[in-house]
């Protein structure tokens, strides 16, 4: 009995741990990628070969009018999205390779080698990662994913808007650009990915957190960014606190591929982890420690046995110490000296502004001040010696703008996002991806991590990460339905 008339024939295999080899060929012997690319392919070919003119043509037409009508707009908001048109051209060609390139914008410091503003730099950058994520669902179709940190957020959106005490001064514009920068990295969730994009992305996550720190070097000369090191601290072409997350993130990313066998994960831990004592940045580093020892304890895969715990812990300490040696003496002197060299713990500043922040969620404790305005709960003369009013807190700045409940949701959206998700992944890899969700969890209690740049690599790398778990699940059913029809088949034979 043959199983061939009529039916795919399937290619895929899997290792001992279920990760999928190759792909499924059809009778054709096309291979059928990530879901909806027919029918992404069939609605851009309706609209004909005259669509891109017609499209380039309406919109230099709108340029014109917006910039006679409303020349300071167009000047300050409208010129500076021409300087993305080439980076769309190849988002449109490419759209896994466009993921990378989003991230490393993200690494190589946007506000700093964009010709604009660093408010509108940002928004550049969060426009461009929004774009690419629709462009591969475009392609590749919609994921299926429980988007729920975006659902918990527009959540709290709702009831803030119907229930909360708006912050006077803050206006409607404001609350808009707040809503949409807040949301950005959420949209990465709803899309798609292909081989491609996961490669390329994995590859842009690990090398970003160096390609910044070479970029700042390369660049000093021409006195383009602040060079390498700042008052001790490396920081790249970004703060090194952003510096700091991007390592975080590419630690983790590092160890899921050396927990799904790449070995190549053990030389992107070393760089990225001397790179993270560099930045001198003491949670993210404490984290990474404690993610480290949790997964050396509980993860196990066919690939990251004993033997090979036991060399990683091997070649872990001499990049530890080799650390500590050379960035550990200014830690110590940020964690326990003041700038007037008086000994005690010091927190940067963030004990006074958490005070602040407290204070300004007492005036609208439940439903919270409106999207956008965290920012401007603290006065920047209040704590003109600190040189900044960020919250340093995202759970004290998501209850100044949505209050404790609003804050609860997208919270408990996070939670039930990474619990479904991490449920479709081989049980050593899953324990990676929740210990990741928890550094992210903790590392919010001191940092402004969900509306940094830097949240969008990192919820770009859990996007796709949880989109491949997904596809190399369905390939391991299609592979096991096949198995047991051919054993059927050769049963009744």
Known sequence: MSLAAGQAAEGASADRDGHVVTGVIDQGGARRGGGGTGSAQEVIAGFGPRALPLLLLAGAVVLAVLSWLQPSMFIRTLMPLLFMLPLALVALMQPSLATAGVVLLVALGPTTLLPVGASQATALTKVAGIGVAGLCALRYGLSRQFNGPGLGFLAATALTAALGTPLPGVTLGENVRSLIGGIAPFAFISARYDKRAYRMLTLAVLAGPLASVVISILLAPLGIGNGPIVNGRLDGMVHPANLASLSVTAITAATLELVRGDRSGIIWLGINTLILFGSGARVPLL?????????????????????????????????????????GQRIIERSFTDHSGRAGFQASGRDIIWELFIVAISRSPWFGQGVGAGRFAVDIEDVALLGTNAAHNEYLRLAVDFGVIGTGLIFLGFLVWIARETRRMPSGEAVVMRAAGVVLALHSITDN?????????????????????????????????????????????
């Open 287 to 327: 984290l990474t420690v404690l993610f480290g020892v949790s997964i050396l304890l509980l993860s196990r895969t066919s690939h990251f046995r004993f033997g090979q715990k036991l060399r990683l812990t091997a070649l872990a300490l001499p990049v530890a110490l080799i650390g500590a040696a050379i960035f």
């Open 449 to 493: 991590t969900l509306i940094a740049l830097t949240m969008m690599v990192r919820m770009f790398w859990f996007a796709v990460v949880f989109d491949r778990a997904r596809n190399e699940r369905a390939a391991r059913m299609a592979l096991s339905r096949s198995s047991g029809r051919w054993q059927g088949a050769r049963g009744t034979a």
